[in-house]
């Protein structure tokens, strides 16, 4: 199943809405830097509120496309880990230090405004 | 020991087949939200270990439903290479995978109780459980 990555002036806009199995997480890595290099976007905003688990495949995959996506150009933000997912993060000894994140697709639009700005 | 219910693992989508049954079980039984979330991850972690390491095997649930305390059993089977070397897989960042090293130790952290078995050249018996608090 191929996860839709939308464009919104030079953002990519992703709302994760399936449960990822390794393959569909690959896929999506490299469906979005395709789509990255395509439309020159300089920020991603990926939502992951509809996500109720995260396993360390899973959270290495996210980890990785942020810097990726960084070595292309483009700023990518995460947005709205519910609390669970937060708390089995954490559990796993997983701290996604390196990765933006905010609270919902709002404050993710708005952090991604601020760092591109500057 | 009979359990409820196997699900085998054999494929990369049988993973997330077994998480999302362990779910349902965690729901079942009552485990709040978080918690059903440590399970599922738990499982998807023991899957995956199975799904690289051995190629096939299964995912086990047995209910625990006592007088003073419920919980979920969850257990994971293969007949693969088994572990050399248990104590290295259980430190925090080893990977012989190329993954995050967070796999058992995680899952050590996310259950409340945890036990494994394993003998080189026969297979692997991780045995787990979580309590309802």
Not at chain 2, 24 to 48: C, H, M, N, P
Not at chain 2, 54 to 83: M, Q, R, S, W, Y
């Amino acid at each position: 199943m191929r996860i839709p990555i939308l464009k919104l002036h030079n953002y990519l806009l992703v709302s994760i809405q399936i449960d990822l199995d390794d393959k569909s997480a690959i896929e999506f890595q490299e469906d979005l830097l395709s789509k990255i290099h395509k439309s020159g976007a300089t920020g991603v905003v990926i939502d992951l509120t509809s996500v109720d688990i995260i396993d360390s495949f899973i959270a290495k995959v996210l980890g990785d496309v942020v810097t990726m996506s960084d070595l292309m150009g483009a700023k990518v933000v995460l947005t709205g880990i519910q609390p669970a997912v937060a708390v089995t993060l954490i559990d796993l000894g997983i701290h996604l230090q390196n990765v933006p994140t905010a609270l919902d697709l709002e404050q993710g639009l708005i952090k991604l405004r601020q760092e591109l700005e500057e | 020991m009979d359990f409820q219910s196997c699900v085998k693992i054999q494929k990369e989508w049988d993973i997330v087949g077994a998480r999302q049954m362990g779910r349902e079980y965690a729901k079942e039984i009552g485990f709040g939200t978080v918690d059903q979330a440590r399970i599922a991850t738990a499982i998807s972690e023991l899957a995956r270990n199975i799904y690289l390491y051995a190629g096939k095997g299964k995912v086990c649930f047995e209910t625990i439903d006592e007088i003073n305390h419920k919980g979920l059993c969850v257990v994971a089977l293969d007949d693969g290479p088994g572990i050399q070397d248990i104590s290295q897989v259980m430190e925090d960042g080893f990977s012989t995978s190329g993954g995050l090293g967070a796999g058992l130790p995680g899952v050590r952290r996310l259950m409340d109780q945890f036990d494994i078995i394993s003998q080189p050249g026969k297979g692997t018996e991780i045995r787990t459980v979580k309590w309802v608090r």
